[in-house]
């Protein structure tokens, strides 16, 4: 482990003791866990607390466990990727939901706002809702969608499909028609392939 990266473990485990994860340092970068109920507060400190400073908030994701191979937790996470442009180090920051059922977690757009459309996406493609979310409503998929295709339980040919329908001059929806099939690639070759070449 770098010397860096050792600064900012110590760091860490300084400012919040036992309400994170002990840091985990995987491929030169640092991760933790944070409980739910604690999520908000780790993160004002994640940004505000002088030997840290994660300014900027790169990235947040959902993410769905429940197919991973052997796992027992649960089963949806939000993963935020803070930078510390003052102190030049990034960090993962992971937190899960405590009902799979119905998953809520507290939203952080008040602490960084480009975590905005970040939080939407989440909402959208894995139905995580963020408390506290001004304008938490679908951005990638139509709002009529039945349900949140990055799911490991959605069905690959999802539950209804969209179509114009010329008569009524409008878009309608309809349960999904596709047929399951086995599609076999068709080889073509040139009459002359593999000939001539050592001649």
Same mark, same amino acid.
């Given at each position: 482990?770098?010397?860096?990266?050792?600064?900012?473990?110590?760091?860490?485990?300084? $400012?919040?003791? =036992?309400?994170?994860?002990?840091?985990? $340092?995987?491929?030169?970068?640092?991760?933790?866990?944070?409980?739910?109920?604690?999520?908000?507060?780790?993160?004002?400190?994640?940004? %505000? =607390?002088?030997?840290?400073?994660?300014?900027? @908030?790169?990235?947040?994701?959902?993410? %769905?466990?429940?197919?991973?191979?052997?796992? &027992?937790?649960?089963?949806?996470?939000?993963?935020?990727?803070?930078?510390?442009?003052?102190?030049? +180090?990034?960090?993962?920051?992971?937190? *899960?939901?405590? %009902?799979?059922?119905?998953? $809520? @977690?507290?939203?952080?757009?008040?602490? +960084?706002?480009?975590?905005? +459309?970040?939080?939407?996406?989440?909402? %959208?493609?894995?139905?995580?809702? *963020?408390?506290?979310?001004?304008? @938490?409503?679908?951005?990638?998929?139509?709002?009529?969608? #039945?349900?949140?295709?990055?799911?490991?339980? *959605?069905?690959?040919?999802?539950?209804?499909?969209?179509?114009?329908?010329?008569? &009524?001059?409008? #878009?309608?929806?309809?349960?999904?028609?596709? !047929?399951?099939?086995? $599609?076999?690639?068709?080889?073509?070759? !040139?009459?002359?392939?593999?000939?001539? @070449?050592?001649?």
């Amino acid at each position: 482990m770098s010397v860096k990266l050792e600064r900012l473990c110590q760091s860490l485990a300084a $400012v919040f003791g =036992d309400r994170i994860s002990a840091p985990v $340092v995987a491929l030169g970068e640092v991760t933790i866990e944070v409980a739910a109920a604690g999520y908000l507060d780790v993160c004002r400190n994640l940004r %505000d =607390d002088p030997s840290l400073r994660f300014e900027q @908030l790169i990235d947040l994701s959902g993410v %769905d466990y429940s197919t991973y191979t052997g796992w &027992q937790g649960k089963r949806f996470a939000a993963v935020n990727h803070l930078t510390s442009i003052a102190n030049n +180090w990034r960090l993962r920051v992971r937190v *899960f939901a405590e %009902d799979d059922d119905f998953p $809520v @977690l507290a939203s952080v757009t008040d602490i +960084w706002n480009g975590a905005n +459309w970040y939080e939407r996406e989440a909402f %959208d493609l894995y139905g995580i809702l *963020f408390e506290g979310h001004t304008d @938490l409503r679908r951005i990638l998929t139509d709002y009529g969608f #039945v349900g949140h295709p990055f799911r490991k339980d *959605f069905p690959v040919s999802g539950y209804v499909e969209m179509r114009y329908d010329a008569e &009524q001059k409008r #878009v309608i929806y309809q349960p999904v028609t596709v !047929e399951p099939r086995e $599609v076999t690639p068709r080889i073509v070759r !040139e009459g002359t392939y593999g000939k001539g @070449l050592g001649s």
